[in-house]
C-alpha cells in the first residue's frame, strides 16, 4: 500500500483549564480516501480537522502530511484547504474573486490564475454567476464558492468541517452526491468532519467514531454499522437494541447467554468475548410474527406490540417482552394494505437469526 | 375589534396625538429655527443683519474675500485634515488592540482610552495648554513655517478624536467572522496579506464613518483649540467668536453657513456609513 496522506501520530490536544478536546489519537489516513470524523457534538472531531489544517497546534503529538511532519508549518504553508462550516466566503468579493483569492496572495500568475478560476467555477457549476457577491447568493451557492476557492488550491487534502449542516434537507441530500462525484473526478483526499452519523455512512469511505476525544473505531461505514467495537459506537450508529447478558457456555461459535429479561438465548458469532457481555442487535434484523416461530434454530421472544409509529416505507414497533425489556422492530411495510399488520395491544412474538446478533465486551 | 378604535387611539399610535405632535413640534421649533434664521439671515441685504431688507449673495462673496476669515477656515481644514488621518490611523490601531488581544489591566486600559469622549473639554483645554507651555512646545511651535505651527493643535484634536474613531472601528469589529480570517490563511496568505485583503475591507465603512466624526469634531472645535493655539494661530470657530464680540455681520452667518453645510454633509455621510449592513457576514 502507498505511504499514507495523513499520518497522526498519538496527537493530543489541551485547551486552558485542562479541558482535554483530543486525547492521544493516532491513525492513518490513505491516498484518495474520503474519510470521515464522526462522532457527538464535542467529542473533539473539529480541533483534529483544525489541527491538521494547521489552525490549531496539537499540544503533543506529531502530523505527517504527505510523509513530511508539519509541526512547524503555519496553515498558509500547508498542502491542506479547508471548507469552513459558515463557509468563511469574502463578502467584499465576487464569486471569481474568492475563488482566485488563494491564487492570487501565493503569486500564481495572472494568466494561470484566470484558467484555474475558470475551471474551479466549471467544476461547481457557478459560472454564470462569477461577478456576483456572497450576499447575493443562497446557502448552497455559497458553499460550493467556498468548494471551488478550496480545490483551486490544488490541495493535497481537503478538509470539509460540517460542510452540510447549514443547508436545507433537500439540498443537503443533493450536496452528499456532489461531493462524493467530486472526490471522485479530482481524486483529492476529503477529510469530512460531521455528527451526522447518515452523512459519513453514505458518503465516507472509511469513518473514525470519536467520542470524549478518543478513537473509538476506524472502519468502514458497513462494518461500522455491523461489527460495532462496543456499546458507543453501536449505540451511536443508527438504532439498537442493547441487552446486558451474562455468558453460561460456550460451544465453538454458539455462545449460551442468560439476558435481563429475555431468558436465556444462543448467539452464533466468531467474536470472542468475556463473562459479561452486551447483546445487541439492530431493528431491522427483528422479525414479528403472531404465532411462535418455527424455525428451532431462531432466537424467539413472546411479547405484546406496545407503540406502532409509521413512517410510510416502514413501520417503527416497540415491542414490550415478557421479562419486560422493550424491543424495537423495524417492518417494512411492503405491500399497499395492512401495513406492519399489527396493532398496539396485540400479543406477537419477536424473532431473529443468532448470527444477526452483535456481541459487545465494553 | 381593532376597527371599532378611533385613529390614533391604537396601542402604538402615539404619532397621531395632537399633543405629541404639540410637542414634537415644539422641540424642532427650538432646535433648528436658531440654525434656520442663521442660513436664512447669510442672504440677507441688511448689514447689521437684524431686520430682513431683501435676498442677496453679497455676503458670502465678502466673506469669501475676507483674508482672515478664510486664512481661519484654510487652518481648521487643515488641521482638520490632519488629525482626522492621525485620529483614524491611532483610532483603527486602539480598537484592533482591544478586539483581538487579551492582555493584563485590558478593562482599565479600555476605560483611560475613553477618557478623552468623556472629560470636559474645558480640562483637556487646561490640561493640554499646561502640557505645551511647560515642555516648551507652545513657544517653539509659533514659531514654525506652517503648516507645522499648528500641531500644537493638531496634536490636541487627534488626542480628543481618535476614541471617538475607536468605539466606531471596534463595534464594527465585534461582526467580524473570525473563520473569514482562518479561511485566508488556510488559503496561503500571510497575516499581513489577511490584515490587508480581509480585515481591512471589513473595517472600511467603520473607518470611514469614524473618519467623519473626527473630522467634524476636530472642525468645529472650539474649547480645546482656544486653549491649545498661539496668539498668531486662528481657526475658523476662533475666529467667528472674536468676530461675533465686535458685533453680529451677515458675513459671519455666510461663514457659519458654509460650516454648517460641511458638517451635515460629512455626518449624513458617517450615519449612512455606520447603519448596520444587512450582508455584513460572511
Redesign the interface.
Known amino acids: 500500500m502507498a505511504e499514507p496522506i495523513v499520518s497522526i501520530r498519538n496527537v493530543s490536544k489541551k485547551f486552558a483549564g485542562n479541558i482535554v478536546a483530543v486525547d492521544d489519537i493516532s491513525f492513518d489516513i490513505e491516498q484518495n480516501e474520503f474519510f470521515a470524523l464522526l462522532g457527538p457534538s464535542g467529542c473533539g472531531k473539529t480541533t483534529l480537522l483544525r489541527m491538521i489544517s494547521g489552525l490549531e497546534t496539537p499540544t503533543s503529538g506529531q502530523i505527517m502530511i504527505g510523509g513530511e511532519n508539519m509541526a512547524l508549518t503555519p496553515p498558509n504553508k500547508r498542502p491542506t484547504n479547508m471548507v469552513f462550516q459558515s463557509y468563511a466566503v469574502f463578502p467584499h468579493m465576487t464569486v471569481a474573486e474568492n475563488i482566485a483569492y488563494g491564487l492570487k496572495v501565493t503569486g500564481v500568475p495572472a494568466d494561470e490564475t484566470k484558467r484555474r478560476v475558470a475551471e474551479g467555477l466549471e467544476m461547481v457549476k457557478l459560472s454564470h454567476l462569477a461577478s456576483r457577491k456572497p450576499d447575493q447568493m443562497s446557502g448552497g451557492q455559497r458553499q460550493r464558492v467556498a468548494l471551488a476557492r478550496a480545490l483551486v488550491k490544488r490541495p493535497k487534502v481537503l478538509l470539509l468541517d460540517e460542510p452540510l449542516s447549514a443547508l436545507d434537507a433537500k439540498l443537503r441530500d443533493e450536496m452528499r452526491l456532489e461531493l462524493t462525484r467530486l472526490q471522485e473526478n479530482v481524486g483529492i483526499t476529503f477529510i469530512i468532519v460531521t455528527h451526522d452519523q447518515d452523512e459519513a455512512l453514505s458518503m465516507a469511505s472509511r469513518i473514525a467514531v470519536m467520542e470524549k476525544g478518543a478513537v473509538q473505531q476506524i472502519a468502514t461505514p458497513a462494518e461500522l454499522y455491523e461489527r460495532p467495537a462496543n456499546r458507543f459506537v453501536a449505540d451511536f450508529i443508527g438504532k439498537v437494541n442493547l441487552i446486558d447478558a451474562r455468558v453460561l457456555a460456550k460451544k465453538g461459535k454458539t455462545v449460551t447467554c442468560e439476558t435481563q429479561g429475555l431468558g436465556k438465548i444462543d448467539i452464533v458469532t466468531d467474536q470472542t468475548c468475556g463473562d459479561k457481555v452486551t447483546i445487541a442487535v439492530r431493528p431491522e434484523k427483528l422479525k414479528i410474527s403472531k404465532a411462535a416461530p418455527k424455525g428451532a434454530k431462531l432466537v424467539a421472544i413472546e411479547g405484546t406490540v406496545r407503540d406502532v409509529a409509521y413512517y410510510g416505507d416502514t413501520s417503527h414497533v416497540v415491542v414490550l417482552a415478557k421479562g419486560g425489556v422493550e424491543l424495537a422492530v423495524n417492518v417494512q411495510n411492503d405491500s399497499r394494505e395492512g401495513g406492519s399488520g399489527v396493532e398496539r395491544g396485540q400479543k406477537v412474538w419477536v424473532h431473529w437469526a443468532p448470527q444477526d446478533t452483535i456481541i459487545l465486551t465494553e | 375589534m381593532a376597527a371599532q378604535l378611533k385613529p390614533g387611539s391604537g396601542p402604538l399610535d402615539y404619532g397621531s396625538r395632537l399633543w405629541l405632535k404639540t410637542l414634537f413640534a415644539a422641540i424642532f421649533f427650538m432646535l433648528y429655527v436658531p440654525i434656520l434664521t442663521l442660513v436664512a439671515f447669510s442672504f440677507n441685504t441688511d448689514k447689521r443683519g437684524i431686520v430682513w431688507r431683501g435676498f442677496t449673495l453679497d455676503n458670502y462673496v465678502k466673506a469669501w474675500n475676507n483674508a482672515s476669515l478664510q486664512e481661519s477656515l484654510i487652518n481648521s481644514l487643515m488641521i482638520a485634515f490632519i488629525s482626522t488621518i492621525i485620529a483614524t490611523i491611532i483610532g483603527a490601531m486602539v480598537a484592533l488592540l482591544l478586539w483581538r488581544f487579551r492582555f493584563p489591566f485590558k478593562p482599565a486600559y479600555e476605560g483611560v482610552m475613553a477618557l478623552p469622549i468623556v472629560i470636559p473639554e474645558i480640562c483637556m483645554g487646561v490640561a493640554l495648554l499646561l502640557f505645551f507651555v511647560n515642555t516648551g512646545m507652545m513657544s517653539t511651535t509659533v514659531n514654525l513655517p506652517w503648516p507645522l505651527n499648528l500641531l500644537n493643535i493638531i496634536i490636541a484634536h487627534v488626542a480628543f478624536c481618535f476614541p471617538f474613531v475607536t468605539i466606531v472601528v471596534r463595534s464594527r469589529l465585534v461582526g467580524f467572522?473570525r473563520?473569514?480570517e482562518?479561511?485566508?490563511?488556510?488559503?496561503?496568505?500571510?497575516e499581513w496579506?489577511t490584515f490587508w485583503?480581509?480585515i481591512v475591507?471589513?473595517m472600511?465603512p467603520g473607518l470611514i464613518a469614524g473618519a467623519l466624526l473626527a473630522f467634524t469634531l476636530s472642525l468645529d472645535d472650539f474649547v480645546i483649540t482656544f486653549f491649545t493655539s498661539g496668539p498668531e494661530t486662528v481657526t475658523f470657530p476662533v475666529k467667528v467668536y472674536s468676530l461675533v464680540r465686535r458685533g453680529v455681520s451677515p458675513e459671519i452667518n455666510a461663514a457659519s453657513t458654509v460650516l454648517i453645510v460641511i458638517t451635515v454633509v460629512a455626518t449624513i455621510i458617517a450615519m449612512k456609513l455606520q447603519a448596520p449592513e444587512?450582508?455584513?457576514?460572511?
Do not use: H, T
Not at chain 2, 182 to 189: F, I, P, R, T
Open positions: 467572522n473563520q473569514l482562518e479561511a485566508s490563511k488556510d488559503l496561503g496568505a500571510s496579506q485583503n480581509v475591507p471589513f472600511k444587512k450582508s455584513g457576514k460572511g
